[in-house]
């Protein structure tokens, strides 16, 4: 099941954001108000919208992920800030501590936690940091390129896909050793269902997300492109279990005929709920009059197409919100909505 809603703006939250339940507070990024080199703190309760504190850096903010009680920030400058609190409990902003990765100068373009340490992906490397330490543990190449960038990281259980910038590769790495486990091709998959004149949707991957037993791809054509996961690859037979490495079925890899007309910016889960009572079954809705518990997957980018229909498919698709008259529908930015079952 799918919807789509309309947006006038879009950027990408889940390079932004960050929530910390026990201090009961959200990070983020400071973007396109004139003081992009910053962080703003709010509360995650209440009065969310008043500003409870920030903090200026050296260089603009990538990626902001807590871990093993501190907050990390990625800078444009090839280092890490990491935040720590106070002896009374308070988060230290005048005096992060700095992690340098090393020269050649380049952004960190994504940072996550993974076995309690903190995964940052810098050039064509991946390095290792420990948060409470803020030392460098080890590093690996992803890639033999030099000049190629490391740009999404996803943890699943056991293992950890990656994706380089300018690249339809996916890479799935082991969580502890950081060992090449699988390569995924996503252009072979992209022009056997949809066609060979289509390969220029998957141009490189543009975003990235791991949801419902699933790796969910998004890439710079606005194709969106989910592979399930096969626990038996791995010698487990529950991907639940903590030892089981994530490999991707590419030959069940299934494309969204719903897509962006520009790349796909990022994706969220939510938990969500199913109400029996808009069943397309009218025997089922009676059977069952509770709700279920289900996830919602969000896409965001710019624009949406119909690849079954293509751009006619706009005209009569649902008015979600007043349309603006300064663009065409199929050009605004757009969420699009899959309901997953639990």
């Not at 850096?57 to 907050?71: E, S």
């Not at 486990?181 to 289509?198: A, F, K, T, W, Y």
């Not at 089981?244 to 796909?264: K, L, N, T, W």
Request: aromatic residues 8%; proline residues 5%; hydrophobic residues 35%.
């Amino acid at each position: 099941m799918g919807y789509r809603l309309t947006l006038r703006n879009m950027a990408a939250p889940s390079e932004a954001l960050v929530a910390n339940e026990s201090s009961r507070c959200m990070w983020r990024q400071a973007k396109g108000w004139g003081w992009c080199c910053g962080i703003y703190i709010h509360s995650a309760e209440s009065d969310w919208r008043r500003c409870r504190g920030k903090v200026q850096l050296k260089d603009a903010v990538h990626c902001i992920v807590h871990a093993q009680g501190r907050v990390s920030a990625a800078l444009g400058d090839g280092s890490l800030a990491i935040f720590h609190r106070n002896t009374v409990r308070n988060w230290d902003l005048r005096s992060p501590r700095l992690v340098d990765l090393g020269r050649p100068r380049r952004s960190i373009r994504c940072v996550i936690s993974v076995l309690d340490r903190l995964w940052c992906g810098y050039g064509n490397r991946v390095y290792v940091v420990e948060p409470r330490t803020a030392r460098i543990q080890r590093y690996f190449e992803v890639t033999s390129h030099p000049e190629s960038h490391v740009r999404h990281l996803v943890a699943v259980n056991n293992g950890v896909w990656v994706s380089v910038r300018l690249e339809s590769t996916l890479r799935l790495l082991h969580a502890e050793t950081g060992q090449p486990l699988q390569e995924v091709e996503l252009g072979p998959c992209i022009s056997r269902i949809l066609g060979p004149d289509s390969l220029s949707l998957a141009l490189n991957i543009s975003a990235l997300g791991a949801f419902g037993r699933r790796l969910w791809v998004g890439t710079s054509g606005g194709t969106i492109i989910s592979l399930p996961f096969i626990p038996e690859l791995a010698g487990s037979s529950e991907l639940s279990s903590p030892t089981a490495a994530p490999f991707c079925a590419i030959e069940q890899a299934q494309i969204s005929y719903h897509g962006h007309r520009d790349a796909v910016r990022f994706f969220v889960c939510v938990s969500g709920c199913v109400d029996p009572s808009t069943s397309e079954n009218p025997k089922e809705s009676h059977k069952e009059k509770s709700t279920k518990p289900c996830s919602l997957v969000l896409s965001g980018g710019e624009g949406y197409i119909n690849l079954r229909i293509g751009d006619d498919s706009d005209e009569n698709y649902g008015n979600l919100l007043l349309p603006n008259p300064r663009l065409r529908r199929a050009e605004r930015s757009h969420l699009i909505v899959w309901q997953l079952q639990a």
